[in-house]
């Protein structure tokens, strides 16, 4: 059987699995959220990352991406709607969230190479953006 590598949760509740065979991939769930909510990418040993989603409320569009190495990329645009669309960031319509990547256990890179790095290296500053302070 197919197991995941990751499951990614939301109040704990699972909002979506990876497993070995969907590498590389990208899940784009979405899912209405209250203030205080959390999120856990946990792997299948048991490591697992979370991220306070603080007083954000509204819907969440989320972007999960896991690629053959393992590494995983995510964030997230929040909306009042149902609905994204692509520009409604640079529009003010939506909020973006980009989380700390990471490697998922069993890959031949560690998540210590981030230690020390910027923004670039570590995956939370992409060219022509701007990230706030």
Same mark, same amino acid.
């Given at each position: 059987?197919?197991?995941?590598?990751? /499951?990614?949760?939301?109040?704990?509740?699972?909002?979506?699995? *990876?497993?070995?065979?969907?590498?590389?991939?990208? #899940?784009?769930?979405?899912?209405?959220?209250? !203030? %205080?909510?959390?999120?856990?990418?946990?792997?299948?040993?048991?490591? *697992?990352?979370?991220?306070?989603?603080?007083?954000?409320?509204?819907? $969440?569009?989320? !972007?999960?991406?896991?690629?053959?190495?393992?590494?995983?990329?995510?964030?997230?645009? *929040?909306? /009042?709607?149902?609905?994204?669309?692509?520009?409604?960031?640079?529009?003010?319509?939506?909020?973006?969230?980009? $989380?700390?990547?990471?490697?998922? #256990?069993? !890959?031949?890179?560690?998540?210590?190479?981030?230690? %020390?790095?910027?923004?670039?290296?570590?995956?939370?500053?992409?060219?022509? #953006? *701007?990230?706030? %302070?």
């Amino acid at each position: 059987m197919n197991h995941p590598i990751l /499951r990614v949760l939301v109040n704990d509740e699972e909002l979506c699995a *990876i497993s070995e065979g969907d590498l590389p991939c990208e #899940s784009r769930p979405s899912r209405q959220l209250g !203030s %205080g909510s959390a999120l856990e990418f946990v792997d299948y040993a048991g490591t *697992i990352h979370k991220h306070e989603l603080g007083e954000h409320e509204g819907w $969440f569009h989320f !972007s999960i991406r896991v690629h053959p190495n393992r590494a995983c990329q995510a964030d997230c645009a *929040i909306t /009042r709607t149902a609905t994204y669309a692509q520009d409604d960031i640079s529009k003010g319509a939506a909020t973006g969230l980009r $989380f700390q990547p990471f490697f998922v #256990s069993g !890959s031949d890179v560690g998540n210590e190479i981030f230690k %020390g790095r910027g923004l670039f290296q570590r995956g939370l500053h992409f060219s022509g #953006s *701007i990230t706030n %302070g």
